[in-house]
């Protein structure tokens, strides 16, 4: 079953019952900017008909660019992508060519979540900026899993290879420092801009902290390879004994604390979205001086789950002065229509029935 | 499926264990098979069962062959100064129908893996090292692919023969091998050959 559309205006407001697929067009969207889904990591589960196959062909403008992009699921689940009639070889190679930045009401699970969360938070920003670090980042994890197996192999045959184990070290510790040098590099100036934004959105003086939270970090050493060889080297037994590395960048985090406790712990509802916003904005902002243009903005239910419209209404007023493209689900006609024309964008509204 | 006859059906099995051969296909070979002379059919089974049976790993550089020493080690023309670390069979094809090697090959029969529980151990490691003890060896160029395994593989060996001097070389990376050697086009392959780099001044690049 194909649907087409098209989408004129700066502004679409896609409006219709729940269920009746309005995610599912930022989704396709947000498929063609990241080759994949925003909302599961199975490419068979987004199919119209579970596991049969897919294809999302969308043509935009990029930079005065023509751009045909084109993700087709095989029903064998071969997964192809190809922009303007060029097949992909490496799918990560897309990254970065369509930034996005995606609102949807489940990802407060950033602030409340695991830290996995937030080191997913900050890698889908920083992918979308610099190519290297994604290798890296992609290398470092291939990496980490032959270390575990590693590991795991040295205790089932009672033999330590530590040759083996030192070149697998070295290979993880040159993906990892590049990793560990942007993340640093990167995130306190980052972090920062996503408080000020906070502050705004709040309006009062809570005094929020956010730091960027790294093992690596308690080294007070002169490169990023050396905080990591005394990081294994310290982890070394521990190591051995659990069968997995216990130390790295994939253990970092970002702590959120609100007057010096977790944010997590005593944040209200309405201060958890404050902040929510706060990060999409940022990122929004961070990613149009990277790209020299506006990403494109999908916002998915944030009137009704959020129910926070001022902030929607800054952040959709941030787009239009940026000349970006947002796409906005709501359930209800009416109140999409008066926050647009609240807004005084040029709009378009699609009704799904 | 329904056969009628359990002979059929245990040939299907059979050509269904084959790579890239579904059920559907194993029976139309099957079939095919049928249509044939028996002296035929007999021909071919026998075939492969004499290949599997009758080769030869050679005993220099494990590459497969009808001798004890295949034809490449053996060749009196081919510099056995130079010697081109591989991971497989298909390798030392590929390279070979570029025309632009005239030195030995290494056939490791593999990469260090953990994940998928290949060790040193299970690869020819242990006899290249016993090559390069010989001393006859002045250059090993490591045709290997440009993945995380092939770099774990290339420095593991690298830190097992680093009192002896060889040189160390590799075939440039960077360039698109399309992730596998074996699928590299020739012209491709025969360049990265003539260009490859000393590994003192090669980084993990993935
Ligand atoms: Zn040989």
């Given at each position: 079953m194909f649907k087409n559309f098209e989408f004129k205006h700066k502004v679409i407001g896609i409006c219709g019952a729940?269920?009746?697929g309005k995610t599912n067009i930022l989704d396709a969207i947000w498929y063609l900017c990241f080759t994949k889904s925003y909302f599961t990591?199975?490419?068979?589960?987004?199919?119209y008909t579970p596991n049969q196959g897919f294809r999302i062909d969308g043509k935009c403008s990029i930079n005065n660019q023509a751009v045909n992009a084109v993700a087709i699921l095989r029903e064998t689940g071969k997964k192809e992508f190809s922009v303007n009639n060029d097949l992909y070889?490496?799918?990560?190679?897309?990254?970065?060519?369509?930034p996005a930045v995606m609102v949807a009401p489940d990802d407060v699970i950033i602030i409340t979540g695991g830290s996995e969360e937030r080191r997913k938070m900050i890698d889908t920003l920083i992918c979308q900026i610099d190519e290297t670090y994604m290798q890296q980042l992609m290398a470092y994890n291939k990496i980490l899993l032959q270390r575990n197996a590693l590991l795991k192999q040295f205790s089932e045959t009672g033999f330590t290879d530590n040759a083996l184990l030192h070149i697998i070290n070295t290979q993880l510790i040159t993906a990892g420092s590049y990793v560990y040098k942007l993340r640093k590099d990167f995130l306190p100036a980052y972090l920062e801009r996503i408080n000020k934004h906070y502050q705004q959105i709040s309006g009062s003086n809570e005094q929020l902290e956010l730091s960027y939270d790294?093992?690596?970090?308690?080294f007070n050493s002169k490169s990023e390879q050396d905080a990591f060889e005394l990081l294994f080297a310290q982890n070394h037994s521990r190591d051995l004994a659990m069968?997995?590395?216990?130390?790295?960048?994939?253990k970092d985090d970002i702590k959120f604390l609100l007057d010096g406790m977790p944010f997590k712990q005593i944040a209200s509802q309405g201060q958890r979205k404050s902040l929510l916003f706060a990060i999409r904005l940022t990122e929004y902002e961070l990613l149009q001086e990277y790209k020299g243009f506006a990403p494109v903005l999908l916002l998915d239910d944030v009137f009704e789950k959020l129910d926070e419209q001022r902030m929607a209404n800054l952040l959709l007023d941030v787009c239009v002065k940026k000349q970006g493209q947002v796409f906005i689900t709501d359930t209800h006609k009416g109140r999409l229509e008066a926050h647009l024309q609240n807004v005084g964008c040029d709009y378009e509204i699609i009704e799904l029935v | 499926m329904n056969y009628s006859s359990t002979l059929l059906e245990n040939a299907v099995n059979e050509l269904a264990k084959?790579?890239?051969?579904?059920r559907k296909t194993a029976l139309r070979l099957a079939l095919h098979l049928l249509k044939e002379k028996k002296e035929a059919v007999h021909l071919f089974s026998n075939t492969i069962a004499e290949m599997r049976e009758q080769i030869q790993f050679c005993s220099v550089c494990n590459n497969v062959s009808?001798?004890?020493?295949c034809n490449i080690c053996a060749s009196?023309?081919?510099?056995?100064s130079i010697v081109c670390v591989v991971e497989n069979i298909r390798d030392v094809m590929a390279i070979e129908a570029t025309q632009q090697f005239s030195g030995l090959f290494h056939v490791l029969g593999g990469l260090i893996s953990p994940l998928d529980g290949?060790?040193?151990?299970?690869?020819f490691i242990e006899s290249l090292v016993e090559r390069v003890k010989t001393?006859?060896?002045?250059e090993l160029i490591f045709a290997l692919n440009p993945n995380i395994q092939g770099d774990t593989t290339l420095f593991y060996i690298q830190k097992k023969i680093e009192s002896f001097p060889v040189k160390i070389t590799s075939?440039?990376?960077?360039?698109?091998f399309g992730g596998e050697l074996e699928y590299a086009d020739e012209f491709t392959l025969a360049k990265s050959i003539q260009n490859r780099i000393s590994i003192e001044r090669q980084k993990n690049n993935y």
């Amino acid at each position: 079953m194909f649907k087409n559309f098209e989408f004129k205006h700066k502004v679409i407001g896609i409006c219709g019952a729940n269920g009746i697929g309005k995610t599912n067009i930022l989704d396709a969207i947000w498929y063609l900017c990241f080759t994949k889904s925003y909302f599961t990591a199975i490419d068979g589960r987004i199919a119209y008909t579970p596991n049969q196959g897919f294809r999302i062909d969308g043509k935009c403008s990029i930079n005065n660019q023509a751009v045909n992009a084109v993700a087709i699921l095989r029903e064998t689940g071969k997964k192809e992508f190809s922009v303007n009639n060029d097949l992909y070889t490496r799918l990560s190679s897309h990254i970065g060519k369509m930034p996005a930045v995606m609102v949807a009401p489940d990802d407060v699970i950033i602030i409340t979540g695991g830290s996995e969360e937030r080191r997913k938070m900050i890698d889908t920003l920083i992918c979308q900026i610099d190519e290297t670090y994604m290798q890296q980042l992609m290398a470092y994890n291939k990496i980490l899993l032959q270390r575990n197996a590693l590991l795991k192999q040295f205790s089932e045959t009672g033999f330590t290879d530590n040759a083996l184990l030192h070149i697998i070290n070295t290979q993880l510790i040159t993906a990892g420092s590049y990793v560990y040098k942007l993340r640093k590099d990167f995130l306190p100036a980052y972090l920062e801009r996503i408080n000020k934004h906070y502050q705004q959105i709040s309006g009062s003086n809570e005094q929020l902290e956010l730091s960027y939270d790294t093992p690596l970090d308690v080294f007070n050493s002169k490169s990023e390879q050396d905080a990591f060889e005394l990081l294994f080297a310290q982890n070394h037994s521990r190591d051995l004994a659990m069968q997995r590395t216990n130390g790295g960048i994939h253990k970092d985090d970002i702590k959120f604390l609100l007057d010096g406790m977790p944010f997590k712990q005593i944040a209200s509802q309405g201060q958890r979205k404050s902040l929510l916003f706060a990060i999409r904005l940022t990122e929004y902002e961070l990613l149009q001086e990277y790209k020299g243009f506006a990403p494109v903005l999908l916002l998915d239910d944030v009137f009704e789950k959020l129910d926070e419209q001022r902030m929607a209404n800054l952040l959709l007023d941030v787009c239009v002065k940026k000349q970006g493209q947002v796409f906005i689900t709501d359930t209800h006609k009416g109140r999409l229509e008066a926050h647009l024309q609240n807004v005084g964008c040029d709009y378009e509204i699609i009704e799904l029935v | 499926m329904n056969y009628s006859s359990t002979l059929l059906e245990n040939a299907v099995n059979e050509l269904a264990k084959l790579p890239g051969i579904g059920r559907k296909t194993a029976l139309r070979l099957a079939l095919h098979l049928l249509k044939e002379k028996k002296e035929a059919v007999h021909l071919f089974s026998n075939t492969i069962a004499e290949m599997r049976e009758q080769i030869q790993f050679c005993s220099v550089c494990n590459n497969v062959s009808d001798t004890q020493v295949c034809n490449i080690c053996a060749s009196s023309v081919r510099k056995k100064s130079i010697v081109c670390v591989v991971e497989n069979i298909r390798d030392v094809m590929a390279i070979e129908a570029t025309q632009q090697f005239s030195g030995l090959f290494h056939v490791l029969g593999g990469l260090i893996s953990p994940l998928d529980g290949v060790g040193p151990d299970q690869l020819f490691i242990e006899s290249l090292v016993e090559r390069v003890k010989t001393g006859t060896i002045e250059e090993l160029i490591f045709a290997l692919n440009p993945n995380i395994q092939g770099d774990t593989t290339l420095f593991y060996i690298q830190k097992k023969i680093e009192s002896f001097p060889v040189k160390i070389t590799s075939l440039a990376r960077g360039i698109s091998f399309g992730g596998e050697l074996e699928y590299a086009d020739e012209f491709t392959l025969a360049k990265s050959i003539q260009n490859r780099i000393s590994i003192e001044r090669q980084k993990n690049n993935y």
